[in-house]
């Protein structure tokens, strides 16, 4: 079952903007990881921020993470043509060997 | 981190046929997991495979319709049994090495795109 929802479904912007996504999940989590799919393909893992942590970078990527309500977003910077693609969060509730718990993701198109 | 190869990319079947799904890693690997993404949906867990014992299905998916081996650390396979339109979806393999998840997440097969006819 999914673990909550993210905004916006569908998110379009110009080049060069800054893209925002949102997730908020349901249970207690031991990390919060963010994915990205390109055209139903394979996942790739972009980040991952653990529960004790507030925000963590990855070149132009930024992710926070607030317990207290359960949500995080993703921000992605100076976006590019290249960007577009879904993105997906996805919760791990203990350590070690659990699988993910996705969101519903949001599909991003960067127009050039 | 582990690199998975998923074979086949995609296939068209014709409903009441079977498919199996392989799941190859290069490098020995704790967990394996399936998931099934519908069109325009979100990843779905359908079980997760331990090697030496028998998969643990999510609520909604059964063994006879997704059986799955895990025979080593390093291969599973997923078997869609006597398909129906409904089954066309994508297929993902999943694999962690637990301990690594802090730094490297979980590692993704590029799928297997299933269209049943």
């Known amino acids: 079952s999914q673990q909550g929802e993210e905004d916006p479904q569908a998110l379009s912007i110009q080049e060069g903007e800054n893209a925002t996504m949102n997730c908020s999940y349901k249970?207690?989590?031991?990390?919060l990881q963010w994915y990205r799919q390109n055209s139903g393909r394979g996942l790739v893992h972009l980040i991952l921020i653990r529960s004790n942590e507030r925000e963590k970078h990855s070149g132009r990527l930024r992710v926070t993470l607030d317990t207290s309500k359960k949500s995080s977003s993703l921000l992605i910077t100076a976006s590019r043509a290249a960007d577009t693609a879904s993105y997906f969060c996805a919760t791990v509730s203990n350590s070690g060997n659990t699988p993910l718990v996705f969101g519903k993701g949001t599909r991003l198109s960067v127009i050039a | 981190s582990a690199v998975i190869s998923q074979k086949p990319s995609r296939d068209i079947c014709q409903r009441g046929t079977s498919l199996t799904i392989q799941c190859q890693v290069d490098s020995q690997v704790t967990m394996m997991f399936w998931y099934r993404q519908q069109p325009g949906q979100s990843l779905t867990l359908i079980a997760t495979?331990?090697?030496?014992?028998?998969?643990?299905?999510e609520s909604g998916f059964v063994i006879d319709k997704f059986p799955i081996s895990r025979p080593n650390l390093t291969f599973s396979t997923l078997t869609v049994s006597n398909m129906s339109p409904e089954d066309s979806s994508i297929y993902l393999c999943s694999a962690t090495a637990g301990g690594q998840i802090g730094v490297y997440g979980y590692t993704f097969g590029s799928g297997t795109r299933l269209t049943v006819v």
């Open positions: 495979a331990n090697q030496g014992s028998e998969a643990t299905y």
């Open positions: 249970t207690s989590i031991n990390n």
